[in-house]
């Protein structure tokens, strides 16, 4: 029988990976844990921090929102603005006309360098789901935490547990998340235990180191 020479495509391998998780749940130490396997992490949360060190934008949230997100320095309070938006949907919705566009200008923006440069990359984006950007990912990485542990994870940065509850509530059901998923990293242990899990669920989705 005659074996015919014609080589299978082979599928390409992935190079954008989505993280989803509820709040508190350790994206930042997946993220971490594969920025030193060589993966290029682009951190929502950053952008967000430098968009919101625009004057103009600076000016435009104190005229929105008024002089209780103030600091004393007379620049936003992003405590204090965060407070007020995760309580108030509305506002959340007003603060996302105003910043959103902007911050996923600039994680597009780095998504595309960092390809066109031949990285592979993780999107850690807190609203990855709700703002669309999943369809960008080749595959999603759900990190896994029970509540009592995210909670208190979160209440060690500063979050109490209401404004835990209301910034867990702002975004998609933690069920929805996770079903969407492709893998599932258990972070509720130390961080040994994250790293094999980690590794299993890199193994799964063929990327390994």
């Not at 990359?121 to 759900?142: I, N, Q």
């Not at 258990?186 to 390994?208: F, Q």
Request: with cysteine.
């Amino acid at each position: 029988m005659e074996t015919s020479s014609r080589q299978i495509p082979q599928s390409p391998r992935p190079r954008v990976l989505g993280l989803l998780a509820g709040i508190g749940a350790g994206k930042t130490t997946v993220a971490g844990l594969l920025a030193r396997r060589g993966w290029t992490i682009i951190d929502a949360d950053r952008i967000a921090r430098a968009v919101l060190e625009d004057g103009y934008l600076q000016t435009r949230i104190l005229e929105v929102f008024g002089p209780g997100v103030q600091g004393k320095d007379g620049r936003v309070d992003r405590e204090a603005l965060a407070k007020r938006v995760f309580r108030d949907r509305e506002a959340r919705r007003r603060l996302e006309v105003l910043c959103h566009p902007e911050i996923q200008r600039r994680i597009l923006e780095e998504l595309d360098q960092a390809l066109a440069e031949g990285h592979r990359v993780v999107l850690d984006v807190p609203l990855l789901l709700e703002k669309g950007m999943a369809s960008r990912c080749d595959k999603l990485l759900f990190i896994e935490a029970p509540a009592p542990i995210r909670r208190s994870r979160a209440n060690a940065r500063g979050i109490p547990p209401e404004d835990w509850a209301a910034r867990e509530a702002a975004q998609c059901p933690l069920e929805e998340k996770k079903g969407r998923a492709d893998a599932v990293v258990d972070n509720s242990g130390d961080l040994a235990r994250t790293e094999i899990s980690l590794e299993t669920a890199l193994a799964r989705l063929g990327l390994e180191s």
